[in-house]
């Protein structure tokens, strides 16, 4: 078999199972976080969650199809290497930012949930003189 054909291969089989195991990591654990934020409405925080895992797999694999092209010829078994390396590399940097990204509205969506449900300020138990005005 072609080393090009091999490397497109053992690029495709790496990212797809990297990004499957990254989806499902962050369905599992995403859930817990979106039940408190809807306030134990299990089935809505389940919808949202299984929408934010769509999105990811469509980010993810979009990239994972378009980085797919290798702009030089591979020749050799070290070239393949280096290729896969290179792409698996790149699928990995995608795949963190995906999961900062989602941490970070995750944990926004909480803020907002913990501010709808925290007790009104309280009202002030002192007045501070006026200030005369400075000539």
Same mark, same amino acid.
């Given at each position: 078999?072609?080393?090009?054909?091999?490397?497109?291969?053992?690029?495709?089989?790496?990212?797809?199972?990297?990004?499957?195991?990254?989806?499902?990591?962050?369905?599992?654990?995403?859930?817990?976080?979106?039940?408190?934020?809807?306030? #134990?409405?299990?089935?809505? /925080?389940?919808?949202?969650?299984?929408?934010?895992?769509? #999105?990811?797999?469509?980010?993810?694999?979009?990239?994972?199809?378009?980085?797919?092209?290798?702009?030089?010829?591979?020749?050799?078994?070290?070239?393949?290497?280096?290729?896969?390396? /290179?792409?698996? #590399? /790149?699928?990995?940097? !995608?795949?963190?930012?995906?999961?900062?990204?989602?941490?970070?509205?995750?944990?926004?969506?909480?803020?907002?949930?913990?501010?709808?449900?925290?007790?009104?300020?309280?009202?002030?138990?002192?007045?501070?003189?006026?200030?005369?005005? !400075?000539?």
């Amino acid at each position: 078999m072609n080393p090009i054909v091999w490397t497109y291969t053992i690029y495709l089989v790496i990212s797809i199972a990297l990004t499957i195991w990254v989806a499902r990591t962050l369905h599992r654990n995403g859930r817990h976080f979106l039940v408190e934020v809807y306030r #134990g409405n299990e089935s809505l /925080a389940d919808s949202v969650n299984h929408l934010l895992v769509v #999105g990811f797999y469509l980010v993810n694999l979009g990239y994972i199809t378009l980085a797919l092209a290798v702009s030089r010829y591979v020749h050799d078994t070290r070239g393949a290497i280096e290729t896969v390396s /290179a792409k698996v #590399g /790149a699928v990995l940097i !995608v795949l963190g930012i995906m999961h900062f990204t989602n941490l970070f509205v995750f944990t926004r969506m909480r803020r907002r949930a913990e501010l709808r449900s925290a007790p009104p300020p309280l009202p002030p138990t002192s007045r501070l003189a006026p200030i005369a005005p !400075v000539r």
